[in-house]
């Protein structure tokens, strides 16, 4: 877990700069599913399964901003200011929205990678915020855009608080907190990333998101599992729910669909796996 501890200095090193400012962090992505997964052990909670995956290491930060912070782009002026101060550069192709801190004597291959987020569009319309589907720009500028993740439809709902505990960079102890979605919202936006890379070869065919799509059903406690079937119900027409329901149908029916095809292929899956226990579950969450 080498690099999780990096990614964990980094991300230290980054609400560190931001003390005392008003630009909460939501974590998503594979880091933000560690620090889910963590957290359940932690508290030792009672969940949907027993036997979990290995967390899986990763070197990326997706950063997920409210729209509020993209409405009022002076409030993004101290994150961008603190990416500078970290040594962060601008990976071309993804200006604005895509950084990278090279590691040891400027190793970018040991580097930690930052990609900067929101939710829908949406909110964003009739306003003086310029966006498409690559990215949103705030204006005034502040040189930080964010890509838009239209999959991340309940990106505010159900956000749960994660105090995290380490070592900053340079070897101090240090204490931050970061928000972490709610596993409904981890679940769309792994579906469409599975839909996206499921026979993408240089991708690995999408088998780590299949795997995290197992971690989550598996670390759903009781009142989670009734919280995702809340929001089910309250955001069933929408397009985002309706293309959801498309992908598991397509793809998490059966234990030869794709998809579970893909989870079995993990390198980090094991035979005591309950694999029909999350067929059923990604059904009756999001299945016809």
Known sequence: MIKMMTLTSAL???????????????????????????????????TLF???????????LDLFLRAELLLDSEQLRPLRNAMTTLGYEVIKGGEH????????????????????????????????VQFDKRRVRPRPSVDLHA????????????????????????????????LLPHPFTFLTMKLFALRDRINDAE????????LDLYTVIGTLTEQEWNECLRLRAQYQTDTILIESRRIVND?????????????????YFRPEFRVNEFIGAMKELFGE
């Open 147 to 178: 890509h838009p993740c239209e999959e991340a439809l309940t990106l505010t709902d159900g956000t749960t608080t994660r105090t995290l505990r380490g070592k900053l960079s340079n070897g101090k102890d240090y204490v931050g907190q970061v």
């Open 251 to 267: 793809l998490f029916t059966r234990l030869d669909s794709l998809g579970t095809i893909r989870l079995r292929e993990s390198a």
């Open 203 to 210: 991708k690995d065919y999408g088998r780590h998101h299949a």
């Open 12 to 46: 230290l090193d980054l609400l560190n700069e931001l003390e005392g400012t008003k630009a909460p962090l939501i974590i998503g992505g594979g880091y933000g599913i560690y620090l889910r997964y963590m957290m359940i052990m932690e508290e030792q909670r009672q």
């Open 97 to 128: 929205y895509q950084f990278l801190r090279p590691g040891p004597n400027g190793d970018k291959e040991r580097g930690i990678k930052i990609d900067v987020l929101t939710g829908p569009t949406s909110p964003f319309k009739g306003t003086q």
């Open 50 to 60: 027993k036997d979990l995956p290995e967390p899986r290491s990763t070197n990326d």
